[in-house]
């Protein structure tokens, strides 16, 4: 029987208000939101007749009575701060009508805390799983309340020293589909109610530390200042500039720490965070270079001194060749592959097995916030187009 909107609004009626308030949803990791999850995903399991277990790691696994290694479908449970409903729980939602479907057993997977909203830890799950978290890192992490990552764990019943042993589960799988929610207005700008997703953009994150001299803002003259605040106001309108001038690549200053932060000092010290994100990692190069002249630049300007470093490096990644031509079977054959700006757990599952998502569309674009919103019947139609792959796929 064919997917509907009927099937997708059903599946997602216990899970949509978990953790629903008037602000949005929140699901964080380890917490009485993120249980009450897993509950819906047993449930959803026994219902299929899939056994419910869940990793190492935390991720939640609902496995088929056959010897593996299997396909499996999924996403995550987990949200940010105040996000929206359709993120990563319509993956889930939509990995269990597909498993109900397919004549040959496949698994279905939510990945442990993937937003990492609460310790800055994303794609936990599937890190852990592909044995490149960094673990004692993770762990030591703290959320706004002084909790430790192990300690949360440990109250939401998993076992941190187990963390370890999530590797071993790799080998369970053949490979890995994800359904998510367009995060753009791609697919609504093409008419498109599904796309295949081709690969997820390289991303860098850079560090910039400015230290001038914090000195009163009434009584020191204009060219007697060492304004660490200016010379980073610099940078980001060069970030601005460089991602500006290059097709494809976007490039945000997003966070930013100045002391003493006060009403009437001249800014001593700022540390700054710069995201970066683009289809190759030459446009990276090219970005890197590009602010750390423009910091040199400010440097030497202001009288202050500044230093770039890389927080974070990951490299594109292509999906499978594979699958992306059994889910674009299903497709106009002018329907154009997407390119993703924005981190997914099958995005590091595709490091170490075949990997491959879908998207939906998304008429606002918006996500990670209450204004996200998928209509039914084109989350059945994605859902359809994995369902029509995975056959393919399994040759069933
Ligand atoms: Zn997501």
Same mark, same amino acid.
């Given at each position: 029987? &064919? ?28 917490? #009485? ?19 419910? @277990?869940?990793?190492?790691?935390? +991720?939640?696994?609902?496995? $088929? ?9 999924? +996403? ?8 929206? +409903? ?133 009584? &020191?003259? *204009? ?36 002391? $003493? ?10 540390? *700054? ?7 190759? =990692? ?12 423009? #910091? #040199? ?9 500044? @230093? ?5 490096? +990951? ?6 060749? =594979? ?30 097995? $075949? ?36 056959? *393919?796929?399994?040759? &069933?």
């Amino acid at each position: 029987m &064919t997917i509907t909107a009927a099937h997708i609004e059903a599946r997602m009626a216990g899970l949509l208000p978990i953790g629903l308030g008037p602000a949005g949803t929140n699901r964080l990791a380890w917490t #009485a939101e993120d249980h009450a999850a897993a509950e819906w995903f047993r449930v959803q399991a026994e219902d299929l007749g899939l056994l419910a @277990e869940r990793d190492p790691a935390g +991720s939640l696994w609902a496995v $088929p009575d056959a010897p593996g290694p299997w396909w499996a479908v999924g +996403s995550h449970l987990d949200s940010v701060r105040d996000g929206g +409903s359709y993120d990563g729980a319509l993956g889930v939602a939509a990995a269990f009508e597909v498993a109900a479907r397919l004549p040959r057993p496949v698994a279905v997977i939510a990945f442990a805390d993937e937003e990492g909203a609460r310790f800055n830890t994303p794609t936990f799950g599937s890190r852990a799983l592909v044995g490149r978290l960094d673990i004692a890192d993770a762990l030591a992490r703290r959320d706004g309340d002084g909790i430790s990552m192990a300690a949360a764990m440990r109250t939401a019943g998993v076992d941190p020293d187990g963390l370890t042993g999530a590797p071993a589960w790799l080998g369970r799988l053949r490979g890995f589909l994800e359904l998510h929610i367009d995060q753009t207005t791609e697919l609504a700008d093409a008419g498109a109610p599904a796309g295949v997703v081709a690969g997820l953009a390289a991303r860098l994150r850079l560090a910039l530390h400015v230290r001038g001299r914090a000195d009163h803002s009434g009584t &020191t003259p *204009m060219h007697r200042r060492a304004d660490a605040l200016l010379a980073a106001a610099r940078v980001v309108v060069a970030v601005n500039d460089l991602a500006a001038g290059r097709p494809g690549v976007v490039a945000t200053a997003t966070r930013l720490l100045s002391e $003493p932060n006060a009403l009437t000092t001249v800014a001593g010290e700022v540390r *700054m965070w710069v995201d970066v994100r683009a289809p190759s =990692g030459g446009d990276l190069d090219h970005v890197e270079a590009g602010v750390r002249d423009a #910091a #040199a630049a400010a440097a030497a300007q202001g009288g202050v001194r500044a @230093e770039v470093t890389v927080a974070s490096r +990951s490299e594109a990644v292509t999906f499978d060749p =594979g699958i992306r031509a059994a889910l674009r079977a299903g497709l106009p054959p002018d329907a154009r592959e997407l390119l993703c700006f924005a981190g997914h757990d099958a995005g590091i599952l595709a490091e170490r097995i $075949p990997a491959g998502m879908v998207f939906v569309r998304n008429a606002t674009g918006i996500s990670h916030a209450p204004q996200e919103h998928v209509e039914p019947g084109d989350a059945a139609a994605a859902a359809e187009l994995m369902l029509d792959g995975l056959r *393919m796929l399994t040759g &069933t």
